[in-house]
């Protein structure tokens, strides 16, 4: 089954990191486009990160820049997403998904989601 699956959520003060991580199951990261999203409850999907295949481009949601950085280890077939002095309005459920080769900000042209990691920044 081709899949891919996050991890690394949890519960974070404010202020505090958490590494969310993606890993492809059953093919392989290379060709792809990887991006994270998130939806908290009551709020439609966002797009919060994004980097190309070949990680030569990488992009961030304003709420988030400067403060997440996304990157890719291919050998490990994985993409992570470092989130730093997070904030309580960053609590929500974070998705990755793919598509190919490149970044969009059409999120119904990445075609292969995950099942989502729960976030929550709370003291």
């Known amino acids: 089954q081709l899949q891919v699956v996050e991890s690394g959520g949890g519960l974070v003060q404010p202020g505090g990191s958490l590494r969310l991580s993606c890993a492809a199951d059953g093919f392989t990261l290379d060709y792809y486009a990887v991006g994270w999203f998130r939806q908290a409850p009551g709020k439609e999907r966002e797009g919060v990160s994004c980097i190309s295949s070949s990680g030569g481009s990488t992009y961030y949601a304003d709420s988030v820049k400067g403060r997440f950085t996304i990157s890719r280890d291919n050998a490990k077939n994985t993409v992570y997403l470092q989130m730093n002095s997070l904030k309580p309005e960053d609590t929500a459920v974070y998705y990755c998904?793919?598509?190919?080769?490149?970044?969009?900000?059409?999120?119904?042209?990445?075609?292969?989601w995950g099942q989502g990691t729960r976030v929550t920044v709370s003291s």
């Open positions: 998904a793919t598509r190919p080769f490149d970044c969009t900000k059409i999120t119904a042209q990445f075609d292969r």
